[in-house]
């Protein structure tokens, strides 16, 4: 039943996707027949159902016009040859146990682009919802300009056609929570075509009959030359549909209880586009809608994505002749409303009221999609959101704690958070983060504040210090010398294995000293407190350790 509910959801999307990838629809019906087979077979997901993909269909189309005509014979070709050197560099990615890079790509990168997408491709249905022909090879801008200009051209019918097409869906959507098998997007599809069959209009497009013949062997036309023409924007496509596939799986897997293997995904995803690209088909990645119903529908396995694509086969045989009376219209408004749940308001609302930095990594890549090149907007959104990371770890928290004297058992507090006074000797800091190259400058204008305050000796808490590379041990190492040469010390507790094991490793404890060096806070305290200067001690009126209680007893 999964598998049935899968072909009927599919039937309209192929059509729907291959129309924005600027393919004729039947190459997005072989999409959902090949690719989701063979990723099925090799992924790590019981329920990702790939195939033809909006935001995927999208750049398809923005990379491939610039070279050939949509819809001509050079630009179905050059697409086979897109899909195979995508899928080998996915191939490849997976094989290089390099999953985990898609963690590196945000959210808002993720949200921003497929925001921007949905806004190109409600732009790219003007011409088809409104009946009129826009010039071809015009930027976001100028279509929009044009499409103002000439609303005098519009044809009502194409835009009646839409619109009810547009409303039945939204009808059926609301019916199918309720009764989950119903394909409304294949239902209103049937009423847009009703709707142009009354019309008895013959200048209404159709989208005409598609070949009711299963996708065949076709090797793509590959040479050097194309080779070196796709290879950059290839690593557009790849990259997203490794991003989304993923996103997709690990999403449903959070509600299935499933572990996941990211480079298996990887590996299912290359080789689904590989195969493909030899069988007619064109790039592809996960469908969150059709992963979703997959799931909802009582999917237990990967065999539900093979059957929907057997039924999806079964199904074309018999409704290939059909679509000789689908109106593009009637496509247009489907699209329209694929291109709207493409927006996640939510998720943006959400992000600009707890984040300035995602919002605007989100709105640069937004905005770069909409007048870049979208292979060029999707790197640009990923090179900022690695860079606001980096600028984000690059400067740890340096805390001040202390004890607090009002507790019994001296639990350490925050300074600046609950106000406790500290031991004039020693002061006691805690860094959150990590100690590598980018964030060892800002720790050591921290620790030179502190010296500056007075401090003759300092305890270091390292249990938050994640991890620390050559420039950070170096750091450590040269701040103990200098609070040797300024009369005082410099200690550690606390410290995670690894960074005792890299500090041990490199020799710095050699210079940090072996006996400056404490399992916890207590070992510590309990140690420097026999160090510090006792006559200072008799007239402090701070004390906040239990062993300052202690001494007063002895």
């Known amino acids: 039943m999964a598998g049935l509910t899968g072909a009927i959801i599919v039937l309209p999307q192929g059509v729907a996707f ?5 393919l004729p629809p039947i190459y997005g019906l072989y999409t959902a027949m090949v690719v989701p087979i063979v990723a099925a077979l090799f992924g790590s997901s019981h329920h990702l159902i790939s195939g033809p993909n909006t935001a995927v269909s999208l750049v398809f189309f923005a990379v491939l016009s610039q070279f050939a005509a949509p819809g001509s014979a050079e630009f179905i070709q050059l697409a086979f040859v897109l899909t195979l050197i995508s899928g080998g560099i ?7 146990r390099l999953g985990n890079l898609v963690n590196f790509v945000s959210n808002a990168v993720i949200v921003g ?8 491709i409600v732009t790219s249905q003007l011409k088809h919802v409104f009946g009129f022909e826009i010039p071809k090879g015009l930027t976001f801008i100028h279509v929009w300009e044009y499409f103002i200009y000439h609303l005098a051209n519009i044809d009502y019918k194409a835009v009646i056609i839409a619109i009810t097409t547009l409303a039945s869906a939204l009808a059926f959507k609301r019916i199918a929570k309720k009764i989950r098998w119903i394909p409304s997007l294949f239902l209103a599809m049937i009423v847009g075509s009703l709707v142009a069959y009354f019309m008895d209009d013959p200048q209404i497009k159709l989208v005409g009959e598609l070949p009711s013949g299963l996708p065949s062997f076709n090797f793509p036309q590959i040479n050097f030359e194309k080779i070196i023409l796709l290879t950059p924007s290839a690593f557009a496509v790849a990259l997203l549909g490794l991003i989304q596939a993923v996103a997709i799986a690990r999403s449903i897997a959070n509600k299935s ?3 996941l293997d990211s480079n298996q995904e990887f590996i299912g995803e290359g080789l689904s586009n590989i195969v493909g690209s030899m069988f007619m088909c064109y790039a592809s990645s996960g ?21 929907a694509a057997i039924f999806l086969a079964l199904i074309l045989l018999l409704v290939a002749p059909l679509t000789a009376y689908l109106p593009i219209a009637a496509m247009g408004g489907i699209i329209l409303l694929v291109a709207y749940s493409l927006i996640d308001w939510g998720i943006i609302k ?9 919002t605007f990594v989100m709105s640069l890549t937004l905005v770069s999609t909409l007048f870049l090149e979208l292979e060029f907007a999707i790197y640009l959104g990923v090179i900022f959101s690695l860079g606001l990371y980096l600028q984000q770890t690059s400067k740890p928290r340096v805390v001040t704690i202390a004890p607090d004297s009002t507790d019994a058992k001296r639990s350490f507090v925050n300074v600046e958070r609950k106000k406790a006074e500290s031991c004039p000797q020693l002061t006691i800091i805690r860094i959150d983060g990590s100690l590598y190259f980018g964030s060892v400058n800002e720790v050591a204008e921290r620790l ?17 210090i994640g991890l620390i590379d050559m420039a950070g041990a170096e750091l450590l190492e040269n701040q103990a010398k200098l609070w040797r040469e300024r009369g005082g010390k410099l200690y550690f507790c606390s410290l995670r294995k690894p960074v005792r094991d890299y500090l041990n490793k490199g020799n710095f404890i050699d210079q940090i000293g072996e006996e400056n060096m404490f399992d916890t806070k207590l070992q510590a305290l309990q140690s420097i407190y026999g160090e510090l200067d006792k006559k200072f ?4 009126t701070a004390r906040i350790f239990l062993e300052c209680d202690n001494n007063i007893t002895g």
């Not at 682009?113 to 190109?120: D, E, N, P």
């Not at 979703?292 to 065999?303: C, R, V």
């Not at 001690?537 to 402090?540: K, S």
């Open 18 to 22: 291959a129309m924005i990838a600027g």
């Open 113 to 120: 682009f497929t925001t921007g997408a949905a806004v190109l």
């Open 448 to 464: 030179i504040e502190i010296q500056k305050l007075g401090a003759k000796n300092l305890l270091i808490v390292g249990n938050s």
């Open 287 to 307: 469908s969150f809608t059709r992963s979703g119903i997959n799931y909802d529908a009582g999917a237990k396995t990967p065999m539900s994505a093979i059957i």
């Open 257 to 259: 209880h499933q572990m």
């Open 350 to 358: 959400r992000m600009v009221n707890v984040s300035k930095r995602e």
């Open 537 to 540: 001690c008799e007239t402090c």
């Open 90 to 96: 996915q191939l490849i990615m997976g094989l290089a």
